[in-house]
């Protein structure tokens, strides 16, 4: 049971225009959501976050939009650079007795063209 | 900055075999995590370990077991290794707690890992 969804496979966007990654996750008790990226050959490295009892986060070029009643956040990347191509994943959390354990949807690549 | 460190990028092994993977981490972090990345399928939660000798199940721990003797390394092993074990891996470490801004999981590199 996928608990964490991202429907979009991948993404190809222009340089210079908005990106938008989609996420839905069917868990209420999910109470911190993450996005991270990951380059090729590399791990993930977060990127930015949000509390469920928000639903905007920004940081630099990368906002993310938190919607609790539907179940959906999203990832804003405006303008959009050719370093930003990678696969983005998000992830959710909550803690339990022992650790804070995220459970991760299934990526979403995105390719920025020239 | 924190420092995840897994031992090899790639290796090679054959059915059956035990196998190894190790991880080590430089911040003192309390929980430290094994997934496995595969095509369509994302990062899936193999074991997790919250302090030393403690251990709990993730999401798909048939065919793993995991020691954690000393607080910076975590290892996962592969009892009788299985073609479908072919797979990324990935170690993660973090502080207690909740995860969030200030304190994320930091992740390893990866091992390429090819049973054959």
């Known amino acids: 049971d996928q608990q964490v969804k991202q429907n979009s496979p991948s993404l190809s966007v222009q340089e210079g225009r908005i990106s938008i990654l989609n996420c839905d996750y069917t868990?209420?008790?999910?109470?911190?959501f993450l996005w991270y990226k990951k380059y090729p050959a590399e791990g993930p490295t977060f990127l930015i976050s949000?509390?469920?009892?928000?639903d905007k986060n920004e940081d630099g070029r990368f906002t993310v939009f938190l919607n609790k009643s539907a179940k959906h956040l999203s990832l804003h990347i405006v303008p959009s650079q050719p370093g930003d191509s990678a696969v983005y994943f998000c992830?959710?959390?909550?803690?339990?007795?022992?650790?804070?354990?995220?459970?991760f949807g299934t990526g979403t690549r995105l390719q920025v063209t020239l | 900055d924190v420092k995840v460190t897994q031992s090899s990028r790639y290796l090679v092994k054959r059915t059956g075999e035990k196998v190894f993977l190790e991880c080590v981490q430089d911040?003192?972090?309390?929980?430290m995590f094994w997934y496995r990345q595969d095509p369509g399928l994302g990062l899936r939660l193999i074991y997790f370990?919250?302090?030393?000798?403690?251990?709990e199940k993730g999401d798909i721990p048939e065919g793993y077991s995991v020691s954690r003797e000393k607080k910076e390394r975590f290892s996962l092993i592969l009892e009788s290794a299985s073609t479908n074990q072919t797979s990324m891996y990935l170690c993660?470490?973090?502080?207690?707690?909740?995860?969030?801004?200030?304190?994320?999981?930091?992740f390893g590199d990866g091992t390429r890992l090819s049973i054959l």
């Open positions: 868990n209420s008790m999910f109470d911190y």
């Open positions: 992830a959710a959390s909550y803690l339990t007795g022992t650790a804070s354990k995220l459970t």
């Open positions: 911040m003192d972090h309390e929980n």
């Open positions: 370990s919250y302090d030393v000798k403690m251990k």
């Open positions: 949000i509390s469920s009892i928000k």
């Open positions: 993660a470490s973090s502080l207690q707690g909740q995860v969030d801004s200030n304190q994320p999981q930091h």
